[in-house]
């Protein structure tokens, strides 16, 4: 296996672009990480482009570097990471690509390896959640997002960005009650629009409480929730604030900065049983400064990072 180059002889801007210059390989097996990306968007409401999701976080995590200071942890010490390609879907086929995603990652999620997934819009949650479910059971979900992505349909059709946890909710494929949506907000198509998901048993913490009771009390109630069961991080990229990241296909005021977004990751992650995570919604087209896919990719760092340092613990290596 090739190894990851040092960024101290060979400059980060270098080469051919693997998610932080990690080696490629099509085969997670074997790996403790294994990134891949769905470069689908055929699945939105509003605003087209996440297709181009996965290579912009791709390009923009060639900045990022490996020890994480706030939890003291380097990830290439402890982590097998690789970079495992993309997943191929027919664009403007929900379905069939649905169907494609699920059959694409089922392996992944048995391999033993914690998948980590580039979007793609969130429609594609869909077909992760399914391979997930084929592999491993239902999970608790843990979603920071501004929208709740619990509506029926869209336009008569079942399958859109807007509509992922609805599905998922009703093929069983999480444990609502064991899971948590984290910072919805914004104005809603209707004030009903959140009683179906709360009346089957998922917590919404809306933006507003989370800005109101702060990240440490908030990632305690979601670590309470999932009590032990295994965890799937979905992250919107719209959860933060639209000045953080502008980037994306619909995005919200009165959202979380990075620190926030990264400060959750932290707290939670190093703390569950996290089976995978994807994140959603780069639009690289609306993206002028590139911060969107440098918050997105540092947010996957923040992730790796909590992977390593639960891994140094379970060897001991620290309290
Ligand atoms: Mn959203
Ligand atoms: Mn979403």
């Known amino acids: 296996m090739a190894s990851r180059p040092n960024s101290l002889q060979s400059p980060r801007f270098c080469g051919i672009r693997t998610f932080m210059r990690q080696s490629q390989r099509e085969c997670p097996d074997g790996m403790d990480v294994a990134l891949v990306g769905v470069p689908f968007d055929s699945g939105v409401s509003y605003r087209p482009g996440a297709r181009f999701g996965p290579a912009a976080l791709r390009e923009a995590s060639t900045i990022l570097k490996p020890y994480c200071p706030v939890l003291d942890v380097d ?8 970079d495992c390609g993309d997943i191929d879907t027919v664009p403007g086929y929900m379905a069939e690509s649905l169907d494609m995603i699920r059959d694409g990652l089922t392996p992944f999620f048995s391999s033993g390896a914690v998948p980590v997934v580039m979007g793609g819009d969130h429609s594609i949650t869909l077909g992760v959640l399914r391979a997930v479910k084929a592999a491993l059971g239902p999970v608790a979900l843990v979603h920071f997002d501004a929208h709740s992505d619990t509506i029926p349909e869209y336009y008569g059709k079942p399958y859109n960005h807007g509509t992922p946890f609805y599905h998922a ?3 069983g494929l999480i444990l609502p009650e064991h899971s948590t949506q984290v910072g919805i907000r914004g104005p809603l198509y209707s004030r009903e629009a959140l009683d179906w998901p709360r009346s089957h048993g998922l917590r919404i913490i809306m933006g507003e409480e989370v800005h109101r009771r702060g990240v440490e009390s908030v990632a305690r109630e979601v670590l309470e929730r ?12 719209d959860f933060l604030d639209a000045s953080c990241a502008p980037g994306t296909g619909t995005p919200e005021v009165e959202g979380f900065t990075s620190y926030e977004g990264l400060s959750f990751m932290r707290a939670i992650c190093p703390q569950c049983r996290l089976v995978g995570m994807d994140l959603v919604e780069v639009l690289p087209d609306r993206d002028v400064s590139g911060n969107t896919s440098h918050a997105g990719a540092s947010v996957f760092q923040s992730l790796l990072a909590s992977l390593a340092l639960r891994k140094s613990r379970q060897a001991g290596a620290r309290a």
């Open 75 to 82: 990830i290439q010490q402890w982590l097998t990471i690789a």
């Open 226 to 237: 999932v009590a032990g069961r295994p965890v799937y991080v979905s992250f919107d990229i």
């Open 169 to 171: 909710i009703n093929e």
